[in-house]
């Protein structure tokens, strides 16, 4: 083994990611190019443009991550790629790129789930408290994004990592109800974040949104999934019945004559009505993701929790988890925001573990856009 150093490479959604890190822990190089500005003009992500700015972006982000780490090619011992779940078009990109690498330099391939890796950005500058923790008993993982909402038991046995899944969303992903009900309100894509920010300025128990409680589980294993497309149909509704439609296709064309629109413009353009509506719908996700992981970890007796994902980076989220993590005695741990939404670094640490344990990919890999962990 050389010193430890993988290369990271994401290109499952909308971001060309690549990242060295070395060990697991520590990142000398974490580059983002982010395609969102091209895909806002749509309202949402185009799979063909995104496999086109994959192509574009792949060698010059890679080409910067190894210039930034102060380190060449050959000091690589091994590149990791995300293999699945995302677009089938926009993963191949990686993973053709990935292997050529792997082969030309003669170092290890390694697949890495991209749902592992939103787990390892929380793990891998947490705090030893966490590192500890889940060596002895397991940790309970929410991977909330744009694509999934899922929880995990994720324990390790002699360094490797083995996840169970207890719970998902049985439609929409939260962040996904985060964006539709933010177009919905005419607000700019992806939504998530004006929604987080907007909140601030409403009233959060103006309007009482309820969710279904769904379970797949037996009485001796329950499930603890979600259901989030009920509060977009509950959204559209309130929209209608308090005749906020044509306001909120005016806010659209307003917001999108405006070149890079803030928060000031956003909340301008909102009546309070609508503030109040939009502090109500954050209240009400975060309440229920809190309940259902909470009620998870009190079934499997976890005591320390994992959030990531891009929606870990909203502040309600974080606030309220970390309330009631204090108040039950439980330790919590976030990536750091910028390792929340999509990036090679979280890539490149979920492969660590596996590099130790030899567990290499073939030459043969290919992409798995409805992989499982
Ligand atoms: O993890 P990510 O970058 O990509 C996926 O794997 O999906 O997550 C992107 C999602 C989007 O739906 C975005 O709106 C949401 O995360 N998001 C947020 C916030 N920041 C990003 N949702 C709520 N509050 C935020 N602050
Ligand atoms: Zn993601």
């Given at each position: ?198 909140s601030?300025f409403g009233n959060p128990?103006a ?68 503030l109040d509506l939009i502090a109500s ?93």
């Amino acid at each position: 083994m050389g010193s430890g150093l993988i290369l990271g490479i994401e290109s499952s959604c909308d971001e060309t990611a690549a990242a060295v890190v070395r060990s697991g822990h520590d990142i000398l190089s974490n580059v983002v190019s982010s395609q969102v500005a091209m895909h806002a003009l749509y309202g949402g992500v185009v799979p063909e443009l995104a496999s086109r700015e994959h192509l574009r972006n792949v060698v010059p982000v890679v080409r910067e991550a190894i210039r930034s780490a102060g380190i060449t090619y050959a000091d690589l011992d091994a590149v990791a790629v995300t293999s699945g779940p995302g677009l089938a078009g926009a993963l191949l990109v990686g993973i053709s790129f990935a292997k050529s690498l792997s082969f030309g330099l003669g170092k290890p391939l390694l697949a890495i789930n991209h749902l592992e890796g939103h787990i390892h950005a929380a793990l891998l500058q947490s705090s030893t408290q966490v590192d500890e923790a889940t060596t002895t008993e397991p940790t309970l993982a929410l991977v909330v994004s744009g694509g999934h909402t899922h929880l995990y038991l994720a324990s390790q046995t002699s360094g490797a990592w083995h996840y169970r899944n207890i719970g998902r969303t049985v439609d929409d992903a939260a962040g996904e109800a985060y964006d539709k009900v933010a177009k919905l309100l005419g607000l700019p894509y992806p939504g998530g974040p004006w929604m987080d920010r907007l909140s601030a300025f409403g009233n959060p128990e103006a309007v009482r949104f309820t969710f279904s409680t769904i379970d797949r589980g037996t009485p001796g294993e329950p499930t603890f999934d979600f259901s989030f497309s009920g509060i977009k149909t509950a959204v559209l509704r309130y929209l209608e019945t308090h005749s906020l439609r044509e306001a909120s296709a005016t806010r659209h064309t307003a917001l999108s004559a405006i070149a890079s629109p803030t928060l000031e413009d956003a909340r301008a353009l909102c009546d309070p009505q609508t503030l109040d509506l939009i502090a109500s719908f954050q209240h009400a996700v975060v309440s229920n993701l809190v309940r259902q992981t909470l009620r998870a970890a009190e079934h499997t007796g976890a005591r320390s929790l994992v959030i990531s994902g891009g929606v870990a980076s909203n502040r309600a989220l974080r606030a309220r988890f970390t309330e009631v993590a204090q108040q039950r005695g439980l330790t919590v741990a976030f990536p750091p925001p910028a390792l929340s939404t999509d990036n090679a670094a979280m890539i490149a640490a979920a492969a660590w573990p596996r590099f130790l344990h030899a567990d290499f990919a073939p030459a043969t890999l290919n992409a798995t856009p409805q992989l499982r962990l």
